[in-house]
């Protein structure tokens, strides 16, 4: 297909995903102004170069936790990737390992931990974590992720209700029955049907703990040794909060846009003074 | 028809509303740049949330004047509503009442006090009012309101005239000839007619005091026992001048931007420095 | 035709105009860009609305050099008005006096002083001066204004040469052949012809004095008893020049973007710092 | 044609170039963003035009290196012409010589030194250096530069490697089979061959020197006679070291935005805050 940049592949996702997953994969919230402002905000940002440096040696590497990765890139947990193609997660884990770049497995995935465990082994894979008010199911998947290769956790902070994403709200989103959030059993797995709405909405409001508090993150370092991220932190108090708390690392990120309409940019958030709130 | 935002419902109302309603209804005066504004000033404004906050027990309920209202949401008064629809006025209120949030009727309403106090009985409604030239005509608009269960004066202090709405003036707006102001009788109640230009216009330039003053307010709030709002104020001198005055409110608001254009947008108000005036 | 804006008049216009006329009208010089400022500008201007002020009585009118107008607005000098409509300035002449605004006749018009001064009689009109290189002619021209009842001149400053407009250089303008600068005899009258490029480019690169300086201003002050203004000024220096100079006005434009792309709106100048060169 | 500005040419170019030539000569680099911004930043730029100034005797002259031209512009170096036309760089120079402007060889010309040298003689012509890992290589092309009336160097300093531009990588851009780099024989003269990729990009990173740096620019100046200017500074730090190095000029330039996307504009650091890094 010789495609060069991520909106040619973009456009080509376009053409062979079914609409259910296609408006799933990318909707943001409300009207969506975060969602472009996500693209329009890097038109702020100036690259200066510096010229007459040799460069003949050069690398992109980086390590995080002593993982040593090609580029500090990484995949950010998405959720549901069976809907986009057969092999779903495990593809996508495969990918990263096979470019040496960072990756983080969904709560809500269609492929399980052990089974992506299995299709990137000897690879330094992340968990991302929602909690479910059942704290037994929650711990459990701590432990899966420990149990199966994964080496850190991401603790999703900024989705204790699901964003109004009004193409899953027409929609009646539904997880197409042929697949199932294979972490799980019973309704937890297979809960996702809209009954006059969108069913992840339904599914989240229902399962995930809206209660959720910084002494939930110290209970999760409290029985894992594997280093906990906090991803969710658009601001500086909260950076704050989550370094007293003695989390390993933090995410700065607007969810993609699909929490909070009019939520700053994820990647302004890292040189703005809306971050710093002083304008 | 599974509508899931305003635009949707917006862009439904296109399609169903006659020409002369939809025009009357969605004009924004002069080169409708402040109409726009009124939109894209929005874009300006950032949330910045916080996270890992207990939000299990949330609500949006706010109270107003002692009164409960499930959220900081109201319904502005807006003119001759049985143009859209022949319940107008009356099924709006009901809707407002069933969802618990403000509602306010406009003096020049097609469905008249006493119709619409019935309609929504025993629920907090608010009057809007414009003074005729004939102060005996506004004294007695408020004698009613307070007869039929409304419990505030919303006084409109930005329309000594009417905007030129150039679709009306186009259009040679006229109320529909089965409707009325349904407050009035006489020339008052049926005397929109579009003589060559906008009826509305004429109407309000031949009936509305354009020396209101704050004499008015004071005159007003001397003969009432409700509270007093003034709506339409834009400016920190203006607010200041009100709480002299001794209203019990201030609605800012640039009149749907119908009145003046390059006023800015009522949002921005709220948090720029062009209502302070120190730009 | 019912038209209620400025837009809709300008819509028609290019219905009617033949092409030649119609881009020598509307055009500006270069990409025209500052051109589309003269109008985008507007929208950084916000108009801070008081209320509650009696406005029973109010007026535009205005007072300038001792005459009462119905308004501060005034048709400016622009060239040729006859390529748009046989009566040409006679018609906006006769316009703004029945309007009672003010009316400035170009010195390149299709009509002449005395065919203007005697289609508005008894009303104050003001006469726009180039400088010819023929200082003979250039005097004359103000005598017969001072004559035919002329009130002020307007020494336009800002065009040594003309700016380059595209369109005339492409449609290698002239001024129709029934058509002549009516002021004027001979080669003066008849010499707008566009040989390979703009015909009014050429006329006034041969015709008018590229040498022009403060001191003519100070001989045209010398001989008239007339109040002059000085017409083009876009910067404090050369406003305070002026007031130097003893001339009697200053209108601030850029000439309709005409002159010199990329300079800042006219309505920009009143109010911003480009204009005091502080930014 | 009657063609009267730059996008006009530009419009016929697009009609009569051959896709693989047309897309290597207006491409940007990524995105294009920075190559937009080269066009948008000059709205940026206000031009305070002062009047009543005599210019009845005005000129374009410049005069560098003691060099006198009819205006300050050039024609920067830019590679392969006889793609657009059989007579390439020939012709271009021919017309830089009518003008009295300046021109500039690119170092990966499709005609040769000598051939532009014979081309346009008597004319002060410059040279574009690349440096090649063969140092060798390098020198000859700076002497025959001497030898053939050209009296600069200008070293292009931003191109260590080429940057990503994605037409270039859709068409696997080639050199057409007619054409080579006329400076070079073998390898370096017909090695522009895309296989699966951009051949402009393979060719430069298989054969220029990434280790580029300022021990370099030394080494220019210690066996040249003739003025060094480098080419591609867009810091001021850059340009104090390029001083400090002894340069006799610098030109800034972000490379017709085709290396780095999301750098500033070329025109914008002349004028910016961005290019002395105090924002």
Chains 1, 2, 3, 4 share one sequence.
Not at 54 to 80: H, L, Q, W
Not at 142 to 168: K, Q, Y
Not at 207 to 231: G, I, M, R, Y
Request: hydrophobic share 40%.
């Amino acid at each position: 297909m010789n495609l060069v940049s991520l909106s040619e592949f973009e456009r080509e996702a376009h053409k062979v995903l079914p609409k259910n997953a296609l408006d799933y994969y990318k909707s943001g919230a409300g009207d969506e102004y975060s969602l472009r402002l996500n693209r329009t905000a890097f038109e702020k940002i100036r690259i200066r170069p510096r010229c007459l440096i040799d460069v003949s040696n050069r690398t992109s590497e980086c390590e995080v936790f002593g993982v040593k990765y090609s580029a500090p890139i990484g995949i950010s947990p998405t959720a549901m990737q069976k809907m986009a193609h057969p092999e779903g997660e495990n593809a996508v884990a495969k990918a990263a390992k096979n470019q040496e770049i960072g990756y983080t497995l969904s709560t809500i995935a269609t492929s399980s931990i052990e089974e992506v465990g299995q299709s990137a082994p000897d690879y330094s894979k992340w968990f991302q974590l929602y909690i479910y008010k059942d704290r037994g199911v929650t711990e459990r998947l701590v432990r899966r992720a420990e149990e199966n290769g994964f080496t850190a956790i991401v603790l999703t902070v900024d989705a204790p209700i699901f964003g109004l994403r009004r193409a899953d709200l027409k929609n009646h989103f539904s997880l197409p029955p042929h697949l199932t959030m294979a972490n799980f059993t019973g309704e937890l797995a297979t809960g996702v049907k809209g009954k006059g709405g969108s069913g992840i909405n339904q599914y989240v409001a229902s399962l995930f703990d809206a209660s959720l508090n910084w002494q939930d993150v110290e209970w999760l370092l409290s029985f894992t040794k594997l280093p906990v991220l906090v991803k969710g932190i658009l601001t500086k108090e909260d950076a704050e909060l989550a370094v007293e708390a003695g989390v390993h690392g933090i995410i700065v990120s607007n969810h993609g846009a699909r929490q909070i309409d009019s939520v700053p940019a994820t990647v302004s958030c890292y040189i703005s003074a809306i971050f710093y709130n002083v304008y």
